[in-house]
């Protein structure tokens, strides 16, 4: 290290005295000391590798340690540290229950639940009439009860976790029967057999990828079955040359054998969603009413809750569930239980089709979308003049794993590029901004699903794209 850059790092000024800096009170104020004196360490380190790395450019980097630009660029850095996170975003994709976007929107009467729920004590394992200790599943009990008339429910935090538990206490170090073709992965490179393996339980396969018969079952039963669980198979379907055993054809099977039904249907739907064009899914009830002793689901998607696995069925079985130790390690937190709660009242008084936003997305129709395309595109044409934009129409999804080959009519805002990679760079400034834009891009257009954006989002959504739109950069 020569002399003359010797020098220049030692004029780098240190962390307490740029603190001290009155061009830095206001940095320290909104940041507080801590994490303002983290932040400045880190610019200065930043600076001084420069300077090390770049001996030519050292001069000019040390200029950057001034107080005031380290205040700039600090304040910056401490901002984005600080900013909410998760951030809200515009879903303008039309997948109703986008799992990277957060799966279902609580409905109002959910959220405001869970927020007075945050801010109180609250009887959550305390039982007011006797004066002793409670349980915070029977808080539930009186709305699944209602709602799955004869059978018994429990809620833990997602559903992998409720089918997790479901293997353990009923099929522990025996066999658990499954179809080769309902081994799937799951979100997060989840599988069907690793959670089986965790459970204990041992996997029997049968069948082939694209026909499992009722006799393939029973050709597998034997002393070691301990469950034969039917798989909800999610994001895929297989078309073509198939043949699949139902809940209804398994159910005496299973009754015979003297094992346990357990039907994993992640998706959770408990309403009949065929007028919103999803025929494809059976409602919870059915199954049971089909002879499932158990069936999980979680809360987070076509049920249009907050993330939560429920597990209904059979009284005897569901106790067994409840008392097996990973219930109490996976176990809901109260506001998750007030949301849940919220959200199960709106089925039981018959709102739930008004009152849950994912059920009032699926059911939007495609005029009424149309209707607000229309108003949003005459908007975006008088403020870019020069913009092509129009309303075609397109297709939303449920999402979620659920109904992968249901298709919703739809009307969908197209913006189309101009030049190379124009409609990734359009995709990309409507990520940056706030609220962030998620959209989709077909054949170099941005395209905008209006049925996943709430209708007084419209104006904002508007705003945002004639942003993205405007050749200056925010």
């Given at each position: 290290?020569?002399?003359?850059?010797?020098?220049?790092?030692?004029?780098?000024?240190?962390?307490?005295?740029?603190?001290?800096?009155?061009?830095?009170?206001?940095?320290?104020?909104?940041?507080?000391?801590?994490?303002?004196?983290?932040?400045?360490?880190?610019?200065?380190?930043?600076?001084?590798?420069?300077?090390?790395?770049?001996?030519?450019?050292?001069?000019?980097?040390?200029?950057?340690a001034a107080p005031a630009a380290?205040?700039?660029?600090?304040?910056?850095?401490g901002e984005r540290v600080l900013?909410?996170?998760?951030?809200?975003?515009?879903?303008?994709?039309?997948?109703?229950?986008?799992?990277?976007?957060?799966?279902?929107?609580?409905?109002?009467?959910?959220?405001?639940?869970?927020?007075?729920?945050?801010?109180?004590?609250?009887?959550?394992?305390?039982?007011?009439?006797?004066?002793?200790?409670?349980?915070?599943?029977?808080?539930?009990?009186?709305?699944?009860?209602?709602?799955?008339?004869?059978?018994?429910?429990?809620?833990?935090?997602?559903?992998?976790?409720?089918?997790?538990?479901?293997?353990?206490?009923?099929?522990?170090?025996?066999?658990?029967?499954?179809?080769?073709?309902?081994?799937?992965?799951?979100?997060?490179?989840?599988?069907?057999?690793?959670?089986?393996?965790?459970?204990?339980?041992?996997?029997?396969?049968?069948?082939?990828?694209?026909?499992?018969?009722?006799?393939?079952?029973?050709?597998?039963?034997?002393?070691?079955?301990?469950?034969?669980?039917?798989?909800?198979?999610?994001?895929?379907?297989?078309?073509?040359?198939?043949?699949?055993?139902?809940?209804?054809?398994?159910?005496?099977?299973?009754?015979?054998?003297?094992?346990?039904?357990?039907?994993?249907?992640?998706?959770?739907d408990l309403v009949d969603l065929?007028?919103?064009?999803?025929?494809?899914?059976?409602?919870?009830?059915?199954?049971?009413?089909?002879?499932?002793?158990?069936?999980?689901?979680?809360?987070?998607?076509?049920?249009?809750?907050?993330?939560?696995?429920?597990?209904?069925?059979?009284?005897?079985?569901?106790?067994?569930?409840?008392?097996?130790?990973?219930?109490?390690?996976?176990?809901?937190?109260?506001?998750?239980?007030?949301?849940?709660?919220?959200?199960?009242?709106?089925?039981?008084?018959?709102?739930?089709?008004?009152?849950?936003?994912?059920?009032?997305?699926?059911?939007?129709?495609?005029?009424?979308?149309?209707?607000?395309?229309?108003?949003?595109?005459?908007?975006?044409?008088?403020?870019?003049?020069?913009?092509?934009?129009?309303?075609?129409?397109?297709?939303?999804?449920?999402?979620?794993?659920?109904?992968?080959?249901?298709?919703?009519?739809?009307?969908?805002?197209?913006?189309?590029?101009?030049?190379?990679?124009?409609?990734?760079?359009?995709?990309?400034?409507?990520?940056?901004?706030?609220?962030?834009?998620?959209?989709?891009?077909?054949?170099?257009?941005?395209?905008?699903?209006?049925?996943?954006?709430?209708?007084?989002?419209?104006?904002?959504?508007?705003?945002?794209?004639?942003?993205?739109?405007?050749?200056?950069?925010?």
């Amino acid at each position: 290290m020569t002399r003359e850059l010797r020098e220049i790092l030692g004029a780098i000024p240190s962390v307490d005295r740029i603190l001290e800096d009155p061009a830095f009170g206001e940095v320290v104020a909104v940041l507080g000391r801590r994490l303002a004196a983290d932040l400045v360490r880190e610019d200065l380190d930043r600076l001084r590798h420069g300077a090390l790395e770049r001996p030519t450019a050292a001069a000019a980097l040390v200029r950057d340690a001034a107080p005031a630009a380290v205040a700039g660029r600090v304040r910056a850095a401490g901002e984005r540290v600080l900013a909410p996170r998760p951030a809200p975003v515009l879903n303008a994709t039309g997948v109703v229950v986008h799992t990277n976007l957060g799966r279902s929107v609580l409905s109002r009467p959910a959220a405001e639940r869970l927020a007075e729920t945050a801010r109180h004590f609250v009887d959550l394992e305390y039982d007011l009439a006797r004066g002793g200790r409670g349980h915070r599943q029977d808080h539930l009990a009186p709305l699944l009860r209602i709602l799955f008339p004869g059978s018994a429910g429990i809620v833990v935090n997602n559903n992998a976790a409720a089918i997790l538990i479901a293997l353990r206490a009923l099929a522990r170090g025996r066999e658990v029967v499954v179809s080769r073709g309902e081994l799937v992965e799951i979100g997060g490179s989840f599988r069907v057999p690793e959670i089986l393996a965790a459970s204990g339980a041992r996997l029997r396969e049968v069948g082939t990828t694209n026909r499992t018969r009722v006799g393939d079952y029973q050709a597998a039963l034997g002393p070691r079955t301990g469950a034969i669980l039917k798989v909800h198979t999610s994001n895929f379907r297989i078309v073509g040359f198939t043949e699949d055993a139902g809940v209804a054809e398994l159910a005496p099977l299973a009754r015979s054998a003297g094992v346990p039904l357990v039907v994993d249907w992640g998706s959770g739907d408990l309403v009949d969603l065929g007028p919103a064009g999803i025929a494809d899914e059976v409602p919870v009830g059915e199954l049971i009413a089909d002879g499932a002793d158990v069936v999980t689901f979680s809360g987070d998607k076509l049920l249009g809750g907050p993330q939560a696995g429920f597990a209904v069925g059979r009284p005897d079985l569901i106790r067994k569930m409840a008392r097996d130790p990973m219930a109490r390690v996976c176990r809901i937190d109260r506001i998750v239980l007030a949301a849940v709660h919220a959200t199960l009242r709106a089925y039981v008084t018959g709102r739930a089709w008004e009152e849950v936003p994912t059920l009032v997305m699926l059911t939007l129709s495609r005029e009424a979308i149309a209707a607000r395309a229309q108003r949003a595109v005459e908007a975006l044409r008088a403020a870019c003049p020069d913009a092509a934009i129009e309303v075609v129409p397109g297709v939303s999804r449920s999402g979620g794993g659920s109904s992968p080959m249901g298709e919703i009519p739809t009307a969908l805002i197209a913006v189309t590029g101009r030049g190379d990679r124009a409609a990734h760079r359009l995709e990309r400034r409507l990520r940056d901004g706030t609220p962030a834009v998620i959209a989709r891009i077909h054949e170099d257009r941005v395209l905008l699903d209006l049925r996943t954006v709430p209708e007084d989002s419209d104006d904002t959504l508007v705003s945002r794209v004639a942003q993205a739109l405007s050749p200056v950069r925010r």
